[in-house]
């Protein structure tokens, strides 16, 4: 997992796209900022050997959950043995709470809670099951599993599992049969109300319904973390983050039946680099404003990923009567496949059974930058920009994108969204509106070719 992104995919991707020129654009400042907001790259987190219960000078100190009484055989019931591992590790300095390899833990849902003990690592090399009936849930948690609560400075590593056992709760979504009743499902791995994290390496799948959301929380590093579950698994998002600031997903390999990213409300500093994503929905800010909600999301930027036969590539999604804004948000150096909606920003988002209620309201979209985007479509719209008429889409940017359909052309769709594009754009984003007629670009740059990438160009890729 943790090679999938060769240096050399990058390094072509460097090397086809080059660098764009600045931009210089009234009230376009945001963006300005963003090209300074880049993602550093961290090695310092790296899985060590797993240690002995002491050594000399202040070694790690061992909490492993089979000492706890474990079966281990992913039937009986191994939740009271995690809960008394954690409360040991927990309140231990310099604990590591240890779930081993070449077993299977049967879980319910539980709340691991701190604040912990300094220095607290929680390796997880074997697989954690979550029970597999929805009629036997604890109604305590209905929208959680594992769930790690207000912790700080805690590393999270390992080369295990975490599966939530999702098919039956997926059987029962109203989603895959009309007929069932709509209810809420658990996610299988939240990290709530927590700062300085790091997660690295670990395989989340098969969740009952979102995989793993970082909600609350600040300072949050996410490395080399895979999440696969079926293509066609309802609400199954991938990588879930809400009300955080300052997050870092890098070298992410998503594959779900929903969103591979999705970034919600009171949301910023959130950035991705070199993210593979396929099946799934694509890389989406929102849904806001539902149910006439302020929403705000701020300072995004995605810097090299692959999106293979998703159903959406950049996408921006609000419903109509929300509140707030999306601004200053960069989407750069991303390479498509046969995805079904490469650009998208939709102020008229309804994902409802009964048809959405016009509304002039909306929550405001602007300041958003496409750049180095390239690849094929299944659909005739390459880019669609639906905005509201009463708050129009306004500073969009587009540099060297360059989107095209195997067995035919590709248009642009506009309706109230103000922009302009330097470079290549293709198909051309005339429709786009400026008002603005003291435009300046300064080192504007020459034209790129598309990039000659396919997902054989990835190693092991497959989910």
Known sequence: ????????????????????????????????????????????VDIFEIPSWTSERGSKVLVNVDSFGTTGDGVSDDTQAFVKAWDIACNTTKAVFLVPQGRRYLVNATRFEGPCADGLVIQIEGTIVAP????????????????FYKLNGVLFQGHG????????????????????????APTAFTIDRSSAIKIKGLTIQNSQQMHFTISQSDSVRVYAVQVSAPGDSPNTDGIHITASTNVVLQDCKIGTGDDCISIVNATSNIKMKRIFCGPGHGVSIGSLGKDNSSGIVTKIVLDTAYLKETTNGLRIKTWQGGSGYVRGVRFQNVRMEDVANPIIIDQFYCDSPKACQNQTSAVEISQIMYRNISGTTTSKNAMKFACSDTVPCSNLVLSNVNLEKKDGTVETYCNSAEGFGTGVVHPSADCLNSHDKDLTIINQPTEVKDADLSIEDIVHTEL
């Open 161 to 184: 599992v975490i599966d939530g056992s999702g098919s039956k709760w997926w059987a029962s979504s109203c989603k895959k049969n009309k007929t069932n009743p709509c209810r809420s």
């Open 1 to 44: 997992m943790g090679k999938f992104f060769v240096i050399s995919f990058l390094g072509m991707l460097i090397a086809v796209y080059g660098v764009a020129g600045n931009i210089v654009y009234d009230d376009i400042g945001i963006l300005d900022e963003l090209e300074s907001f880049d993602i550093e790259e961290d090695n310092e």
């Open 132 to 147: 597999d009936d929805p009629n036997n849930w604890d109604p305590k948690f209905p929208r959680t599993w594992l769930d």
